[in-house]
């Protein structure tokens, strides 16, 4: 086992996608102040210090709280520019590659934020990254479960004229007693209009979540996944099936969705052959972007460079790059890993 500077380098630097990231959740404490001056709008804390000193949370419905009073500071095009252009930027230093990110116009466009703004502000930086620094993307609209299936359809109506720009819907928020099947029909509309199917399920929720998401909304990605350790047949369907689970190990700690990382399914679910990937979800608010959420699960879980390498081709041949590209991308982690033994 190399020793942990070895090790940290290894990770940060292998080619890597990054398929589970919330965009207002990489809403970093400075710029959250920044934008507030800017648009006026009237916070709880007055330092980076004291808003970061808040972010400790007793499950997911607080975070939530915390983090939709955020998104308040977020009003024009280039407040969402900046805010994209600034994980982007977090991204490309943790080795990311390409990047396929969630946002959430259900939190924004009832604040009169029109959708057209957030989507803009949104693609032009998703466009200069990949410019400026190789960063390829795709762009996920997700619905919020605990609004209602109706809202979720005439964000999907307004989403429509931006199909050329996003690739895909999901659903997310508050997972217990929101289930998938309440957005079966919103999820068959998205898909009849070209849109990729992705959903957050077995987070807090239950396995059984995971299923429904397979099986009703017809979904090419489970996002987090986490509860599918208790249902060994499900397991066995989502090994077969390749499904991939987009995991994020620093969210499901400080959610106290696992106790303590040493605990975490990931390993044993790896080693059962799913498809785990390894992402930050909402990282300004969790400690940790990319790379440190693959450190988090390397440390916990005593994870060598063959479960890294692993853990990084799962995330190149689950995204939804071109062939070409995706193929590109896996050459050259295995050019890296072999280069760095």
Known sequence: MPDDTTMDAFIRDIPKAELHVHIEGTLEPEMLLELGKRNGVALDCASAEECRAAYHFNDLQHFLDLYYAGVE?????????????????????????????FFDPQSHTPRGVPFAVVVEGIRRALVDAERQLGVSSRLIM??????????????????????HVIAGVGLDSAEVGHPPRDFKEVFRVARDAGFVAVAHAG????????????DLLKVARIDHGVRAIDDPALQRRLAGEQIPLTMCPL????LQVTPDL???????LLDAGLRVTVNSDDPAYFDGYLAANYAAVQHALDLDRDDIAALARNSITSSWLPTARRDQLLAEIDAFVTAAR
């Open 203 to 214: 987070e807090e929720g239950p396995a059984e979540y995971i299923s429904e998401a397979l």
């Open 142 to 163: 997700c619905f919020l479960r605990d609004q209602s299936p109706a809202s979720a359809m005439v964000t999907l109506e307004t989403a429509r004229p931006y199909r």
């Open 262 to 268: 040493s605990q975490h399914p990931l390993k044993r």
């Open 251 to 254: 969210s499901n700690l400080e």
């Open 73 to 101: 500071v977020l009003v024009a095009e280039q407040d969402f520019y900046e805010l994209t252009t600034a994980y982007l930027r977090r991204a490309h230093g943790d080795g990311a590659r390409h990047v396929e990110v």
